[in-house]
């Protein structure tokens, strides 16, 4: 068979050179054993080519395959091919474009093309092909294709696009610029951060020469280093020079490179940094350890800076001499922990550890002066990385001396007032006890008379009678609220809890002071509600609701009201006492619950009580607190009334 780009097979034989073959040949039959041994030649030759070789008919389907190389590639035997439409078991998505290339191939003559074809164990070979038609003796067209196996070609094509679009990737990611240029110095190529480090985009670069945007004053520092670069065959390495932008501006930058030869192209790969942000930094760190340093010695502390073995590298001079007494040169390069009071040394050594652990420590400790005395330190210290990567500690070391003193003295002088308060709080529990006794007997004898014989008393005995009694009731009250807080302040006032009635507790209060009421024109309204039971201590609830009731009466002026009201939640009851009397200052608020006080007002003008002995309302308080409850106070000023609200646990 004969390939001819066109579709026929011509000969260039003139007409009158046509002459009969027979007389040519002088043996007939020696021509035929010529053609059969050109045949199986031919025939011995495609059969054994490694590439798959195919010979197909205008409708598609093969007639001839080569079927070792069919074999060994595909897994194909002749069986399985021939005579079978379509010619190959094509990749889906490669179907059309293989029948497409089919026809367009029968109609220019020729044709090829890329597809995936089926291996019989069903894995795809990727098949180079290329064919071309001709006719066959019987004048048929038909045509013949050659394909190869590429598909390790294309797998390596397909890692190489990768590879290329990883490392095209990696460069764009990159910061720094990388440069391709030529002996010359032309750039050949130039990573797009270009544009944000001079201004200019990759193609205003290229094919320029690089030292034309290089500072005038810096072109021959990196022209000599790739002269040298080129002669020895070593790395370009320029530590700082200046790039012009585009705007004029100076750049400073870095440069590291080397000489290449690629496939005989001789040229220069260069990596280009910015530098300018470094640049501003190391100003700016400059500025900082000037400023520092200045900071450092006009400090008040002493500022010091210690390593892992508390070896003392730095220390501010002027704190240093004023508070310990020792120059720079006297301290630096020893030991911190050699200055020391010999009984702090083990605890300051592991609170130093400590701090080199977790990032910071505080310490009081004694530092010896270097008169030979101790002063009292506190110390602060942090953690930090030094430019070597070492962790060293950063201390500011006060002078407490003073302050420590001025603590121990307030805490003996604290101590002392306890003291006092002891003995005063014993005396006054000792005296009450001692008064209790004979004032109980004149308060009863005076009640007893009044009672039993008052009507037969001349009037002014009878007065003078009335008067040692409420006298003997006041003094009373006095002993008995000095004895509570005598036991207050010792925690020996006990409790006894039973369930009780709350409102019958509180309506049995207001009927024994409703005389006192009265007398003032005062009106209680009781809006409680019938029942409220709590586990409480009856005493001294009835206690806190007298002395609050008082209270109300007392410092409202007549004419006034009281309202008593009761709230009731999951949580807790609350009980209200409502006045409309002179009502509290903000002063008056915060000091209300304390031992003694007594506030002054305009009494007479408001025509209220100011009698008491200032302790009713911190008893009640405390009684109040013993219950897990709590006492509060509201009141918008003078002549604005007052609200006091007891808060008790809700036992049920």
């Known amino acids: 068979m004969f390939l001819s780009r066109t579709s026929e097979i011509k000969l260039p034989i003139k007409k009158k050179e046509i002459v009969n073959i027979n007389k040519m040949t002088p043996n007939p039959g020696r021509k035929e054993n010529i053609l059969k041994e050109s045949e199986e030649k031919y025939k011995l030759m495609l059969d054994n080519a490694y590439d798959l070789i195919t010979i197909i008919n205008d409708k598609f389907v093969p007639e001839y395959i080569n079927e070792k190389a069919y074999l060994d590639l595909l897994g194909y035997s002749k069986e399985d091919i021939i005579g079978k439409s379509p010619l190959l078991p094509f990749h889906p998505d490669d179907h059309e474009l293989a029948i497409n290339t089919l026809k367009k191939g029968f109609k220019n003559g020729e044709g090829k093309n890329e597809i995936r074809v089926k291996h019989k164990d069903g894995n795809y070979i990727c098949l180079e092909s290329k064919g071309r038609t001709f006719i066959d003796a019987n004048g048929k067209r038909k045509a013949i294709i050659i394909s190869r196996d590429i598909t390790r070609r294309k797998e390596t094509e397909q890692k190489l696009r990768y590879s290329e679009e990883k490392y095209r990737s990696l460069i764009n990611d990159l910061i720094d610029i990388i440069l391709e240029v030529d002996l010359k110095g032309v750039v050949t190529y130039v990573s797009p951060q270009c544009f944000d480090l001079i201004g200019y985009h990759p193609h205003e670069l290229i094919g320029t020469n690089a030292l034309k945007f290089i500072y005038r004053d810096d072109v021959s520092i990196i022209a000599d280093s790739m002269k040298n670069a080129f002669k020895t065959k070593t790395m370009i390495s320029v530590s700082i020079y200046r790039l012009v932008h585009k705007n004029g501006d100076n750049i400073f930058v870095s440069a590291r490179g080397k000489y290449v030869n690629v496939n005989g192209t001789e040229k220069f790969i260069i990596v280009i940094r910015d530098l300018t942000i470094q640049k501003k930094i190391e100003h700016n760190l400059r500025l900082s350890e000037e400023k520092s340093r200045l900071i450092s010695e006009n400090a008040t502390d002493i500022i010091s800076i210690i390593n892992k073995t508390f070896q003392l590298v730095y220390i501010n001079e002027i704190p240093l001499l004023e508070i310990g007494g020792y120059s720079v040169s006297e301290l630096i390069g020893k030991s911190g922990i050699d200055l020391i009071h010999p009984d702090d040394r083990e605890k300051t050594t592991k609170l130093l550890l400590e701090g080199f652990k977790t990032g910071e420590c ?217 006045d409309t009397g002179v009502g509290l200052t903000k002063k008056e608020k915060e000091l209300l619950f304390q031992k003694f006080k007594k506030f002054n007002r305009d009494i007479k003008r408001l025509d209220i009580e100011n009698e008491g002995s200032g302790l009713g309302l911190y008893i009640s308080k405390e009684i109040i607190e013993l219950h897990n409850g709590s006492i509060l106070v509201v009141s918008e000023g003078r002549n604005k009334g007052s609200t006091f609200t007891i808060r008790l646990p809700n036992s049920n």
């Open 362 to 578: 505080f310490i009081e400790t004694r530092i010896k002066h270097k008169l030979g005395h101790y002063f009292i330190s506190e110390t602060n210290g942090k953690l930090f990385i030094d430019k070597d990567g070492e962790g060293k500690l950063l201390l500011f070391i006060r002078d407490i001396t003073k302050r420590k003193n001025a603590e121990n003295k307030i805490i003996a002088e604290n101590k002392e007032l306890r003291e006092l308060s002891q003995i005063k709080s014993e005396l006054i529990t000792k005296a009450s006890h001692e008064f209790k006794t004979p004032l109980s007997s004149i308060y009863a004898a005076s009640q007893f008379l009044i009672r039993d014989y008052g009507e037969r008393l001349d009037g002014e005995v009878l007065d003078f009678l009335k008067i040692i009694h409420r006298g003997g009731r006041k003094l009373k009250q006095l002993i008995e609220n000095l004895l509570d807080v005598s036991n207050v302040e010792s925690d020996n006032l006990n409790l006894h809890f039973k369930k009780e009635n709350l409102t019958q507790l509180i309506n049995e209060c207001i009927t024994d002071l409703m005389y006192l009421a009265n007398e003032r024109s005062i009106c209680i309204r009781n809006e409680l509600q019938e029942e409220i039971n709590l586990e409480i201590d009856r005493i001294r609830i009835e206690q806190v609701m007298n002395n609050l009731l008082t209270n109300a009466i007392k410092n409202t002026p007549p004419e006034g009201k009281i309202y008593i009201n009761s709230r009731i939640t999951s949580k807790s009851v609350e009980i209200s006492i409502k």
